[in-house]
């Protein structure tokens, strides 16, 4: 159990296009969901936290009109990258936490989105 | 404030012999700790996670870490690696029951 799916695994589209990716669990509900980013050879950058039927909550220094991210229902979040430019190109997860007991539950990622912006 | 390191970008190991990932993170409160990896163009997998209790935790695909608070540390270990085992490891500490911090990454290569 514990599956969570990202759609779509690559984009590749011109500069000024906005991208949506979907990050759903599959077999759970998921309180949390959480976006990252990854730099080639690099850690995951935590992008932004969102609850399901709240606002999403923003790390320093990611736009969050740039950075568009909806929690429509326990099972599905969405991240718009809007209005994309080449230096957003990279590569995004999304996780999703369980629902349930305790505060100790792993976080289960998606396989990412490669977003490469021309 | 939190943080998790990983002192290695590599660790180099031949196919069979036991192999260790080094983590080790602030001592900020009392964090859950995680390992996950990653293989090319992945996501993370969850591999373990320590809690509270035995100091060592076993997980998938038979790796496991030991806890040690003295240390403020949590490597990974396996007693014997496999060529499969290849990929990125990722340490990783969750404090007030919602974020998580993950160390810099360590790259696994087991040599047959």
């Known amino acids: 159990g514990a599956v969570v799916s990202q759609h779509p695994s690559w984009v590749i589209c011109k500069s000024g296009t906005s991208v949506k990716i979907e990050c759903r669990s599959l077999?759970?509900?998921?309180?949390?969901m959480f976006w990252y980013r990854q730099f080639p050879k690099q850690s995951l950058m935590l992008m932004a936290t969102s609850n399901e039927g709240s606002k999403a909550t923003y790390e320093q220094g990611v736009e969050k009109d740039k950075f568009l991210i909806n929690h429509a229902s326990l099972t599905l979040s969405t991240l718009t990258v809007t209005s994309a430019h080449p230096e957003d190109s990279s590569f995004y997860i999304c996780?999703?936490?369980?629902?349930?007991?305790?505060?100790?539950?792993?976080?289960?990622f998606g396989d990412g989105t490669r977003l490469s912006i021309l | 404030a939190q943080s998790v390191a990983q002192p290695e970008d590599q660790v180099n190991v031949a196919e069979g012999n036991p192999l260790t990932v080094k983590c080790t993170y602030s001592v900020s409160g009392n964090p859950y700790l995680f390992w996950y990896v990653q293989y090319p163009n992945r996501g993370l997998q969850f591999l373990l996670k320590?809690?509270?209790?035995?100091?060592l935790v076993k997980g998938s695909y038979g790796f496991e870490a030991e806890f040690n608070k003295s240390q403020t540390s949590f490597h990974l270990k396996k007693p014997s690696a496999l060529v499969s085992d290849s990929a990125l490891y990722f340490c990783a500490a969750m404090y007030n029951f919602n974020k998580f911090y993950f160390g810099s990454g360590t790259k696994l290569n087991v040599k047959p």
């Open positions: 320590y809690i509270t209790g035995d100091n």
């Open positions: 077999d759970f509900q998921a309180t949390t």
């Open positions: 996780s999703a936490r369980r629902r349930g007991p305790g505060g100790n539950q792993p976080q289960h």
